[in-house]
């Protein structure tokens, strides 16, 4: 490219497709994805790698294409991070953050040729899939034209001794007649581990989940490294980053070391390796030949696409705005009871206590006790409260604090749960609650511990029917807490006892005791 661009020729031509390109992004806006652009591939592998072991080689075309496809879907295992970063600083982009990363990815889908291959070519599994026939030269190498219309992956180690994991022609998408992109063997593949056939694929450091395919046909679709291009949403960098940088998230500094630095076109690690950006996109769609040009014929994949476990269709945007309460216009006022030594789920429907914020959208809630935040103790998602002496209940005030994920700063006192705790009833015998009395022939009499008589309930559950003429003999009666019941289905709450009954009509007892006998 370097080489290229001292040619006043060349370099003129191809400043004047930049231009235009240009021109067109300022127009256009990325394309909605309800039909991708659907790429057919070819992967061309070539020495010191040989056919000794097809279903390695089969497995890490398919797994680049699988991989591919993730990181163009923005489906990728690591897109979350440049929305967590946009979360912590917004004013780092020139951008709202929900136009960071388009709905639907790139709209841009990728598949190994399996149908109408051409003849006279060694295609592994009946894939397309070539074996020491074509050379990476940086030019289209194939003179029969056999591979026009596909994205034509070259692999090989030639290149592998240096730190070179790939090569691309600036805007080779525009027109597919032939070329591709080259990838090292050991940086080629997906996720599956590395193997072997004739010299290993897969096993270079930390760049084996195929993020130098996705990088290189980056470049084969018009994007340059993020520290080279002047589009406005890519991090503002000067240099290129390596290895897994973190990212400033408490100063949001735009100084060197502390950019964004997960953009594909960056030079980072695979595995820190997240997203491409809406201009980025647009770009690639804008400068990807129109799909009449590629061969889909030879391909029997579809728009939505399946890995063997997942069917990928278009995924949403993992980029939400940031929006922080700054006020509840309705707070949260609940009530709920439990007992003491029982463990509390603290409420997280705040809707159902009546809370309403201005914006609720990145809203974040923590109970406290004791106050609001922060004078007041904050709880985790459960409270256990402590053991009470006696019958006695006890009330207590849980506070509902808002915050958000945006801004550690805010505090707003949503609202309060008042909570009142009866006694754990395993503390309990039944002469802490009731006292029997013989009461001859009328039967048991009995009197609740006064301050236990607002939650306890006595009842007859067997023996006769009071009062009796004759004989003696016993009663069961239950005693019964009316207590909540969440803290009864590990408690006991119903105690049953057996009181003894006498009544003698034989002699004056009965009647002195009892006058209607
Ligand atoms: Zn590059």
Not at 196 to 203: E, I, P, Q, R, V
Not at 482 to 492: E, F, G, L, Q, V
Request: glycine share 10%; net charge negative; proline share 6%.
């Amino acid at each position: 490219m370097e080489q290229k661009m001292q040619d006043p020729v060349f370099k003129a031509a191809f400043l004047e497709q930049e231009m235009a390109i240009d021109q067109q992004m300022e127009r256009t806006q990325a394309a909605p994805c309800a039909t991708p652009l659907i790429i057919p591939i070819a992967v061309h592998y070539n020495t010191p790698i040989t056919d000794a072991n097809p279903q390695c080689l089969i497995n890490k075309a398919l797994e680049q294409v699988a991989q591919l496809n993730l990181d163009y879907s923005f489906c990728n295992a690591n897109v979350g991070d440049l929305c967590d970063f946009a979360e912590a600083c917004p004013q780092y982009f020139d951008v709202p953050i929900e136009d960071l990363m388009p709905e639907d990815g790139a709209c841009i889908q990728f598949c190994l040729g399996d149908q109408n291959l051409p003849t006279g070519e060694d295609n592994i599994g009946g894939y397309a899939i070539t074996v020491g026939d074509y050379v990476w030269t940086g030019q289209n190498t194939d003179t029969q034209n056999n591979w026009d219309g596909f994205l034509n992956i070259f692999v090989n180690s030639l290149l592998g001794d240096g730190d070179v994991l790939g090569v691309a022609p600036f805007n080779g998408g525009a027109n597919p007649s032939g070329n591709g992109v080259y990838i090292v063997s050991g940086a080629f593949g997906g996720s599956g581990g590395p193997c072997g056939s004739g010299a290993s694929l897969d096993n270079l450091g930390p760049y084996t989940i195929g993020a130098t395919a996705t990088h290189e046909i980056g470049h084969y679709f018009g994007l340059s490294h993020t520290f080279s291009d002047n589009l406005a949403d890519t991090p503002p960098q000067t240099v290129f980053n390596i290895g897994c940088p973190s990212y400033n998230t408490t100063t949001c500094s735009t100084s060197a070391g502390s950019d964004f630095s997960g953009n594909f076109m960056d030079y980072v690690n695979d595995a820190c390796m997240s997203n491409f950006s809406a201009s980025q996109v647009t770009r690639m769609q804008l400068v990807a030949a129109n799909q009449n040009v590629w061969a889909i014929d030879k391909i029997s994949c579809f728009a939505d696409w399946f890995d063997g476990t997942n069917t990928y269709m278009s995924c949403q945007s993992f980029c939400e705005p940031v929006a922080c309460p700054t006020e509840a216009s309705t707070g949260y006022f609940s009530t709920d009871q439990t007992c003491a030594g029982t463990t509390y789920t603290l409420p997280t429907d705040y809707a159902a206590g009546g809370l309403v914020l201005d914006e609720d959208l990145s809203a974040t809630y923590t109970w406290s006790i004791g106050g609001y935040l922060p004078t007041g103790t904050a709880l985790s998602s459960t409270y256990t409260p402590d053991p009470i002496v006696g019958c006695g209940t006890e009330k207590l005030l849980l506070f509902l604090n808002v915050g958000c994920t945006g801004d550690a700063d805010l505090q707003i006192n949503g609202g309060a749960l008042s909570f009142t705790i009866y006694p754990d009833p395993t503390q309990f015998t039944i002469d802490d609650l009731v006292t029997f009395v013989d009461g001859d022939c009328q039967g048991p009499t009995w009197e609740v511990t006064p301050e236990c008589a607002s939650f306890v309930t006595v009842n007859q559950i067997n023996g006769p029917t009071f009062p009796v003429t004759s004989g003696s003999g016993t009663a069961d009666y239950e005693i019964i807490l009316s207590y909540p019941a969440d803290c009864c289905t590990d408690m006991i709450c119903d105690f049953t006892t057996t009181v003894n009954y006498e009544c003698d009509t034989s002699g004056n007892n009965c009647e002195a005791d009892n006058g209607d006998w």
